[in-house]
């Protein structure tokens, strides 16, 4: 609890590498996440190599441009700047971590040919049962995030460089049928993270 309490997501970071073995950690942390039909439906690259961070940095703002071009006569030069910043901060980070997610299998066949006898794909089954792949990654995903936590360092979940997923998917040599969910740029905080604003307990929850 005081872990989950204390977590913020840290978009600054001190000039300190990350040892090998607190990677380790943190990925061992997230594996230990429960997955839908156990399908550990993840995979996970830890990325220090600069050079390799700034090709996917690059792919990043090259996407990004590219979606706003048709907007670009309406936009600020500072705007333009403030998003590839919002969008590419990972890159200052001394560690890289991407997210994939692998095809989760239900492991109730028969339950799947019936679905797929009244007319649903695999894209609408997986949404019957609430996307449980998306929400296996998520699940250790925040196992991940805790035990950067625990270890003192911040990291950010960044979804916004799935723009270029197919791009960092080539970079990183990942199979043809992962798929690419985001960035978590860790390191040591360069600063100290303000509190945030929480919802009152009775907007999102309720006892019957």
């Known amino acids: 609890m005081d872990l989950a309490a204390a977590r913020r997501s840290i978009r600054k970071f001190q000039d ?19 997955s839908g039909c156990n399908s550990q439906c993840w995979k996970f690259v830890a990325i220090k190599n600069k050079d390799i961070i700034k090709r996917i940095e690059t792919a990043v703002i090259e996407e990004l441009d590219k979606i706003l071009e ?7 030069q500072e705007y333009l700047n403030s998003k590839r910043k919002a969008a590419s901060f990972f890159a200052k980070a001394p ?27 695999e894209k609408n089954i997986m949404e019957l049962f609430a996307n449980y792949d998306l ?6 995903v925040e196992n991940l995030l805790l035990a950067v936590q625990e270890k003192g360092y911040g990291a950010c979940w ?5 723009i270029a997923a197919e791009r960092i998917k080539e970079i990183l040599e990942m199979d043809k ?15 100290t993270p303000r509190n945030k ?9 309720k006892m019957l």
């Open 16 to 34: 300190i590498d990350v040892p090998d073995e607190h990677i380790k950690y943190f990925i061992d942390s997230a594996v230990m996440a429960p």
């Open 70 to 76: 048709i907007k670009k006569s309406e936009l600020s």
């Open 95 to 121: 560690l890289v971590i991407a997210v994939f997610m692998t095809k989760a299998e239900f492991h109730d066949k028969t339950m799947v040919l019936a679905l797929k006898e009244q007319g649903l794909d």
């Open 135 to 140: 929400l296996s990654v998520g699940a250790a």
């Open 158 to 162: 960044m979804n916004e460089p799935a």
């Open 177 to 191: 049928d992962d798929r690419f969910i985001s960035l978590i740029p860790v390191g040591v905080p360069a600063y």
């Open 197 to 205: 604003k929480m919802k009152e307990l009775s907007e999102v929850f």
